[in-house]
Structures are given as structure tokens and as C-alpha cells.
């Protein structure tokens, strides 16, 4: 069992063609499950692909999503967390601060973390470089919040454990379209592994990336199985 | 909530994980993988990339021989650092590539002379690691000086700049960097010159590789891993699940780059 907690569904703007193949994607490597924003909604217009995302997720089964918010917008925001949230098919939120310029230390993405904290579910947040440790110090502020740290600051992954030694609501999932030696490795030493998750980007990056790094740091089943799909299982309550 | 139930998968039974990734590469050899380090980098933490262990990690992803190049030559001195290089042309799984320094064009023109003679049959840029644009003189000066002597050019750099001072001079050149963001400009650029051709390090979208085949054919492509800094792994499992045909993987994963660079390796690593 593998749960993707960092998916896309729909087109992207670079010499690719991909927003028929996201369930293709995820068999080439027996991903079973994967939490997906679309890419309109991340983009360029949140409460649009918020809407076409909903009727997609009612046509199938092994997709959940996320519905993405844009700092800047927080009455759509609160709109659409009403709307989508209880029906039970989104069951996070996304938010990737350079798309909607809302670095992770601004007022504004405080403002859409504390709305998002009030619906009890985990928000899914871009990080680069040390972003992720202002993401961190945001956490801590807002009780109850619990945020994923995507690709867990990519070439800012030393950060990330600290940023994850610093509090215990954050999580940290991998994907990034590069794969330093020993990434994983050293992540998954310096981080308590209940709060390791599994994240692709697709189908922006193919799920080799993450894959492939992931199984190259040789874990033990038992937290390679914690960080496939017991800690999603337990932080989205799947 | 709706959906499929959350359960254990088949890996529950037997000793493998999640992420099998060796399942999915199944029986796929790289036979000549085009872009391996020896050295290390100071301004980073990595592996100190001794031949032992480069060629040792190179083994363990199954990638029987890889065209090397010493970070002495590109960081510190050009000649000792080719020179070291050039003493493992016997050692097998090693195609010794040479390096030249692009902030000393002139010093740069003379080891590519001596390389050539030397019987090198490619020389690898690190524009990056030595902070030069694909805008200098130096750059240009030196693709047209390797494209004189016959060398095939394996160089990093961003693909949408470094493209243009290879133009026109019927180089070969091999772009080690090309990200899947920048494919388009590749692509545009490679069809109109032939000898351009493109490491799959970084071409890790859901359909960079087959697009390249499609677009320009899998003979543009070759099976980089940057081992040994980068996981070979990534590449490796990208290229077995892709949809190119056999015979196009086993190109790509070292036919092509066997071709080009007009020399078998003597022996393979294992």
C-alpha cells in the first residue's frame, strides 16, 4: 500500500501532456492512493479548479483532494473549505506560497493557516531553502494546526529536520525533481518517523523521483510501511 | 468517507517494502552511463568520490561502465586533475572524460590539444561549479576549438542559455543538465542541430523521455546518473518504466553513448 499525500490532476503549463494520466502514473508504481489539487486551483484560479477537481473526484475512487486555497483570497477561501471539506472526498488543504506570492513568514498565509487550522485538517504547504523553517514557527503559533512541509524544503532538507525537531505538528514529505545522494537518508535519521510521508508532485515529476530516492535509502519495511501509508492513514484519518 | 479501503499491501507478505524499486527495473543494465564523478565537492557534503567507490556504487545500480570526469580538474587544476583521470583508462567500468577550466580560455584551448592527443574522446564543461555564463567568450572559444579536434562535448549548464554557443559548428554535445521544465527549449534547439543530445538525469516528468522520442528519437537520449552525487536509482527506475520500446531503452541506457563517443569500453566494471 502507498498513499501519495502530494499529487496533481490536470494539465501543466510545460512541454508535457499529462492531465489525462494521473491513475497511469500511479500504477506504473502500485501507488494506491493519492491526494491531488488541481492544477488550476494551484496555479492560477483556486475556486475554479476547486470546482472541476470536486466533480472529478466523483467519478473514481483511489483519489482524495485537496482543496487549495489562495492567501490572498481568504473569503473564496472560506467559501470553498465549507463547501468541499464535510462531503468527505477533500480531506486537506493546499497552499503553495510562491504561486499566490504568500511566503511562508507573510501575515497573510498566518491568516490562511488559522483558518485552516479551525476545519481540523492538515494543510499541505510548499517549502524551498529555509522557508521551511519560518513554516515551522507559523505552526506553533496557530494551535492545533497540522502542516505538511512539501518536498520538505528540497535542497532545504536540513532545515526540514530541524524545522521538524521544532515542532511536532509538522510533517515532512520528499518529492522534488532532484535526488542528491543520501537526501532520505539522512532525513529519516534526524526526523521522528511518525511524521515521514510519501509525496510525488505528479504528475508534474514522474513518481520515480520520489520512488526511486525513497527505496535507494534502504529502509527498514517497517518505517518504509510508516512513511508508504500508516502516517497518512493516521494524520488525514483514512 | 467514500473510496477503496486502506490496507496492507502484498509486500506484507514477503520481505520486500513499498518501494521495491528493483521489481520495477527488472532485468535493465546500464552499459555506459554519461555522466560520473570522481572527486568531491568542498563547497558541499557528499561522498568523497574515490574510484573505489565510485566505481562500487556504480556496481550496485548495475551501470557496468560510466564516462568519468575529475571535479580536480574542474575546481582546482585542470592538468593533474585530466591527468589523474587519464591513469584509469585501464581501470574497466572507467571511460576517463577529461575537463577543462572555462575561466582560462587559452589554458583551456591547449588541454583540449592535449587531451586529443592523449586519445580522449570527450571533454566534460562545468560552466556552473566555475561560475561562467554561456554568454563569455571563453565558452564559445572552447565549443569551437572541441568541435575542431572531434570531441564530444558533455557539459552541465542550463540548456536554454548554454544551447546557443554550440550552434553552427556540427558539435556533438551532450547537455547534462536538462531539466524537464526547459524540455521545449531542448527540443527546439535539438532539431535543428543533430549533434545535440540530452543526459535523462533530470527529464523526470511523467512523459519527458517518451516526448524526446517522439519529437527528435531515442538516439538523443542518454542514461546519466551524476553518481556519485546523485541516487543512479532515479534515472535508472524512470528509463525501466517509460514507454519507450526495448530497443530504445537499451539505447538509451548506453548503446547511444557507446556510439557516440565512438569507443566501447574495454571491459566491463564487473
Known amino acids: 500500500m502507498i498513499i501519495d499525500v502530494h499529487a496533481h490532476w490536470g494539465p501543466w503549463f510545460f512541454t508535457m501532456d499529462v492531465a489525462g494520466s494521473t491513475l497511469a502514473t500511479m500504477d506504473r508504481y502500485g501507488i494506491d492512493r493519492a491526494i491531488v489539487s488541481a492544477t488550476e486551483a494551484v496555479t492560477y484560479d483556486a475556486p475554479a479548479g476547486n470546482r472541476v477537481l470536486a466533480a472529478y473526484l466523483e467519478t473514481q475512487d483511489r483519489l482524495l483532494g485537496y482543496v487549495t486555497v489562495n492567501p490572498r483570497r481568504l473569503r473564496e477561501a472560506e467559501a470553498d473549505l465549507r463547501a468541499y471539506l464535510p462531503g468527505g472526498r477533500f ?16 501575515a497573510r498565509l498566518r491568516e490562511a493557516l488559522t483558518l485552516v487550522a479551525g476545519t481540523g485538517r492538515p494543510a499541505l504547504v510548499h517549502t524551498w531553502g529555509a522557508s521551511v523553517l519560518d513554516l515551522a514557527e507559523v505552526c506553533l503559533d496557530i494551535p492545533g494546526l497540522r502542516v505538511i512541509a512539501g518536498h520538505m524544503g528540497a535542497d532545504g532538507f536540513r532545515h526540514a529536520i530541524e524545522a521538524a525537531d521544532a515542532c511536532d505538528r509538522l510533517y515532512l514529505e520528499p518529492c522534488w525533481s532532484h535526488a542528491p545522494a543520501g537526501r532520505i537518508a539522512e532525513v529519516v535519521a534526524g526526523v521522528d518517523p511518525a511524521r515521514l510521508l510519501f509525496g510525488t508532485d505528479a504528475t508534474l515529476i514522474d513518481p520515480a523521483s520520489a520512488f526511486g530516492a525513497v527505496a535507494a535509502a534502504g529502509l527498514p519495511r517497517e518505517t518504509a510501511e510508516r512513511i508508504a501509508w500508516r502516517n497518512a492513514t493516521a494524520l488525514f484519518r483514512l | 468517507m467514500t473510496g477503496m479501503p486502506i490496507e496492507d499491501g502484498p509486500e506484507k507478505q514477503g520481505c ?100 586529443a592527443s592523449a586519445g580522449a574522446r570527450a571533454v566534460r564543461l562545468f560552466p556552473d561549479e566555475q561560475g561562467v555564463d554561456a554568454a563569455f567568450p571563453s565558452v564559445r572559444h572552447v565549443a569551437l576549438r572541441a568541435a575542431r579536434l572531434g570531441l564530444v562535448v558533455l557539459t552541465g549548464g542550463d540548456v536554454r542559455r548554454f544551447w546557443q554557443p554550440f550552434t553552427g559548428i556540427e558539435a556533438r554535445v551532450v547537455f547534462l543538465d536538462t531539466h524537464f521544465y526547459h524540455l521545449g ?48 536509482l532515479v534515472p ?35
Open chain 1, 91 to 106: 480531506v486537506g488543504v493546499k497552499i503553495h506560497t510562491d504561486y499566490t506570492g504568500s511566503p511562508a513568514g507573510s
Open chain 2, 16 to 115: 520486500a517494502t513499498p518501494f521495491d524499486a528493483w521489481r520495477l527495473v527488472g532485468e535493465l543494465e546500464v552499459t555506459l552511463d554519461v555522466d560520473a564523478l570522481l572527486g568531491a565537492y568542498p563547497d558541499r557534503d557528499g561522498p568523497p568520490g574515490t574510484s573505489q567507490a565510485v566505481l562500487e556504487t556504480l556496481a550496485a545500480h548495475r551501470v557496468r561502465a560510466a564516462a568519468v570526469a575529475h571535479l580536480r580538474a574542474a575546481l582546482f587544476d585542470t592538468r593533474t586533475g585530466n591527468d589523474e583521470m587519464l591513469a584509469l583508462a585501464a581501470c574497466p567500468g572507467i571511460v576517463p572524460v577529461g575537463a577543462v577550466d572555462l575561466r582560462d580560455p587559452i589554458g583551456a584551448a591547449r588541454e583540449l590539444e592535449r587531451l
Open chain 2, 185 to 232: 527549449d531542448f527540443l527546439v534547439a535539438a532539431a535543428d542541430e543533430p549533434g545535440f543530445h540530452t543526459s535523462t538525469r533530470l527529464l523526470n516528468s511523467p512523459d519527458a523521455l517518451e516526448t524526446v522520442a517522439a519529437e527528435l528519437g531515442a538516439d538523443r537520449l542518454l542514461y546519466g546518473s551524476r553518481a556519485p552525487h546523485y541516487e543512479p
Open chain 2, 236 to 270: 535508472l527506475l524512470r528509463l525501466a518504466t517509460s514507454g519507450l520500446g526495448p530497443a530504445e531503452i537499451a539505447a538509451v541506457a548506453g548503446g547511444n553513448a557507446t556510439r557516440l563517443l565512438a569507443a566501447t569500453p574495454r571491459r566491463s566494471a564487473r
